[in-house]
């Protein structure tokens, strides 16, 4: 009898890219979070327990980093007698809807990540106050949760990773703490996914964050989504509500405007950005790969990948410095950029040349 790896093989393809940026300038959707997981980590638990191969289907010019990165095919043939499972990927086709169900999406993991991982927490958290059932809380491997802080699982379960560090903070779940996260003199309210390696205090809601987001400080930051090595700088904060409370509008690249029909949403921020003290980003902001926003006050709600400036006053962010400046920011954590990562990040500089001139060109960079 054949066996089912010989018979098909999970096809993790991308959907949707263009609706995803500039979260997906520098990734696959399939490697975006909701929950606690990305659908490529969903395929591969479904492979190790089906023993089936997996296949990936993504844009040409991210295919050498995903096989890096990965180890997995990118963008081959299979042989003819193997039948393509398509893998269910993104439970949204827009990033706003993914946030506005972000508190389901984690409660809806919960059983899924129990199976896959072991539950540790003691049976009494000295100095600990718990609203709510025990029971709803994961603690995993070498996570620890210092005396003063409050897990209310009342409304939904909390997940911390193993090796995490909860310090003098207040978790409201639904929410998700990744691999070895810092969480201090937080708090995090429903909906809140943070992956691995992310330093986060002040107030985070309904907000995903894919991976080594630092936000040590006090700041709003809300129905967000940032990428990798993003750093909010003390008291940034991001709107996520108009005054009148109405739709917001998404500046999805220079000539898209789109209705999001949304009523809540912050930002979305692109890879390795760098948001300065005590800005302030405006409801439904897309801030691209490679920024560095400083000078206070507040930020245009559109600004491109590798653009340098604050109060009006905007540049160019010179490839050449911004690199040496995420090589300096991986070496403080024992991090290393990948060619192949590196080879991304210059392509979407070429990319979005067009885009930068445009909006150099404003006589004004106010907010709208």
Same mark, same amino acid.
């Given at each position: 009898m054949l066996s089912i790896r010989s018979l098909s093989m999970l096809i993790v393809a991308e959907e949707n890219p263009e609706n995803f940026l500039p979260l997906s300038l520098t990734r696959a959707t399939f490697e975006?979070?909701?929950?606690?997981?990305c659908p490529l980590d969903r395929a591969l638990i479904v492979a190790r327990e089906t023993g089936q191969e997996i296949g990936l289907r993504a844009r040409a010019e991210l295919a050498e980093y995903l096989r890096a990165k990965t180890g997995l095919p990118v963008n081959?043939?299979?042989?003819?007698?193997?039948?393509?499972? &398509? *893998?269910?990927?993104?439970?949204f086709p827009t990033p706003w809807e993914i946030l506005a169900h972000s508190d389901k999406l984690i409660s809806a993991d919960w059983d899924l990540?129990?199976?896959?991982?072991?539950?540790l927490r003691p049976k009494r958290l000295a100095g600990v106050h718990i609203i709510g059932h025990a029971s709803d809380i994961f603690i995993g491997e070498r996570a620890v949760v210092q005396p003063g802080c409050v897990l209310d699982s009342s409304a939904g379960p909390i997940i911390i990773a193993a090796g995490a560090v909860i310090k003098y903070s207040q978790i409201q779940g639904p929410v998700f703490i990744g691999v070895n996260c810092i969480v201090d003199g937080a708090r995090l309210r429903p909906g809140t996914s943070l992956g691995p390696h992310c330093k986060?205090?002040?107030?985070?809601?309904?907000? &995903? *964050?894919?991976?080594r987001v630092n936000k040590a400080h006090e700041g709003f930051v809300g129905h967000s989504w940032a990428g990798r090595w993003v750093n909010f700088g003390a008291l940034a904060t991001?709107?996520?509500?108009?005054n009148t409370y109405g739709k917001i509008r998404y500046q999805r690249d220079a000539s898209t405007?789109?209705?999001t029909g949304a009523q809540f949403l912050g930002s979305l921020i692109g890879d390795h950005t760098k948001i300065g003290i005590g800005q302030l980003l405006s409801t439904g902001s897309n801030i691209g790969v490679g920024c560095n926003l400083f000078g206070g006050g507040v930020a245009p709600k559109y600004i491109p990948?590798?653009?340098?400036?604050?109060?009006?006053?905007?540049?160019e962010h010179d490839l050449e410095l911004c690199l040496k400046t995420v090589h300096t920011t991986l070496s403080r954590r024992n991090a290393r950029l990948r060619p192949s990562s590196e080879t991304v990040l210059r392509d979407v500089f070429a990319q979005t040349c067009g885009e930068r001139e445009q909006f150099l060109m404003k006589p004004t960079y106010a907010a709208v």
């Open positions: 975006l979070r909701y929950g606690a997981l081959e043939d299979i042989p003819e007698d193997t039948e393509e499972i &398509i *893998f269910d990927g993104l439970p990540w129990n199976r896959d991982h072991r539950n986060v205090g002040g107030e985070v809601s309904a907000t &995903i *964050f894919q991976s991001t709107s996520n509500l108009k405007l789109i209705e990948s590798f653009s340098w400036g604050g109060n009006c006053d905007w540049q």
